[in-house]
């Protein structure tokens, strides 16, 4: 088996030669594909004002328009703009109120960091560790009886168990 071209707007694998390549590139169903991608990713507010002000193609309905997205006609349906419009209320709805001032969006994002910062360094509570009150009188115990050094734990290497 050759190798493969995979076109992720169409989620289609072909073999991939130079002909093929070109032919699938350069297909409707392809350039289509192509533009769908694109557009779900623009603000459907200006897609919508930039279709309105396209006529409606003729030939697209039949099948029959060669020029896929370089058209200048529109090629969305009633039922495009209907959802296209939806899509725009609804991000109408969310948007309410004019957009935050940068003075505000530093401000916020400064409590932001603030109130983030601590969980970065986990506020680990250290055991404390007392000699029973009997042992204090023996001397020289092995290492092993004595308490810790209190800072024993701040460099502590946590292993993953897994
Ligand atoms: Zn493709
Ligand atoms: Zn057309």
Known sequence: ???????????????????????????????????????????????????????????????????GDNCRYSHLTEADFAQLEQ?????????????PSLEDWLSKRDKRIQSESPSIKPDLTLPVYTMPSNLMHIPNLPPSVLPPPPDIFNNLKYEEWG
């Open 1 to 67: 088996m050759g190798r493969q071209y995979y076109c992720e707007f169409c989620e289609k694998s072909f073999a991939d030669n130079p002909s093929s390549r070109k032919n699938h590139l350069n297909g409707t169903q392809h350039k289509n594909n192509r533009k769908n991608h694109y557009n779900s990713f623009k603000d459907p507010d200006e897609r919508l004002q930039e279709e309105r002000r396209k006529r409606p193609c003729k030939n697209f309905p039949r099948g029959m328009c060669d020029f």
């Open 87 to 99: 899509q725009v209320l609804q991000r109408r709805h969310h948007n309410t109120g004019p957009p």
